[in-house]
């Protein structure tokens, strides 16, 4: 589904990431490891068309894409969970869903998409008149990701979804990935706590420095402690 090609990336003069290649087949859930600033944030901005000075080649379900504007990328079925959320404060739970929906090929169908959402997201379901600002960081990360998932991506790309909340909730997150890959969803994903995210995982590549290091199957990983002590500690 996903093909990235010696993939360059900079902001101003800085080479962040650095000539990388990998692929995501489709129904796989992958894992970018490394510590912070291996460039793993980068490439995933890079991958979605935010990072301006960009080469290299990045052909997404058959489609290369490297030179399309964000919402090219987003039609083709690519979306993108930030890490800071991003949740419009003012505007209600159900409102930030429906944002979703603005460009999306579902946007004329928001009631229906809307009930599946709060069925997927059981917490939501019980807060869609509630200001999605003044949730916990927990629930407004579930919303950011229901946000992603209302147009009904093919492949989703997840910036540290587990920073800063509670354990339970981390939990009942990564379940919702695992439960969304049964679904047909694809994910690409970048988190630091590397037991939990290989857990659930195929596959994962390891930067350093804004270059692939090591990649392997996500059961041979979580066995190399390391591998881990060396790319991954914090």
């Not at 990998?22 to 995933?44: C, P, Q, W, Y």
């Not at 599946?116 to 019980?126: H, S, V, Y």
């Not at 590549?205 to 692939?212: A, H, K, N, S």
């Amino acid at each position: 589904m996903l093909k990235v090609t010696g993939l360059n990336a900079w902001y101003d003069r800085s080479h962040v990431v650095q000539n990388i290649s990998f692929e995501v087949a489709a129904g796989e859930i992958v894992t970018l490891m490394g510590r912070n600033g291996a460039g793993k944030t980068t490439t995933l901005r890079s991958l979605m068309g935010l990072v301006a000075k960009r080469s290299g080649s990045v052909v997404f379900d058959g489609t290369e894409c490297l030179a399309q504007p964000p919402h090219r990328r987003f039609h083709l079925g690519l979306a993108y969970v930030p890490e800071d959320r991003r949740i419009v404060p003012g505007l209600t739970v159900r409102e930030n869903l429906q944002l979703g929906l603005i460009a999306g090929k579902n946007r004329h169908d928001t009631p229906r998409m809307i009930d599946w959402i709060a069925e997927t997201f059981p917490r939501l379901k019980e807060r869609l008149d509630q200001d999605g600002s003044s949730m916990s960081g927990g629930e407004q990360q579930m919303l950011a990701i229901a946000r992603a998932m209302m147009a009904r991506p093919k492949m989703i790309l997840l910036d540290e979804p587990s920073e800063g909340i509670m354990p339970i909730l981390v939990d009942e997150m990564f379940l919702l990935f695992s439960r969304l890959k049964e679904e047909g969803t694809t994910i690409l994903l970048v988190e630091q706590n590397v037991e939990l995210a290989l857990s659930i995982s195929d596959r994962a590549y390891i930067l350093d420095q804004g270059e692939v290091v090591h990649s392997g199957t996500a059961a041979a990983l979580l066995a190399d402690r390391d591998i881990q002590e060396k790319y991954c500690a914090v």
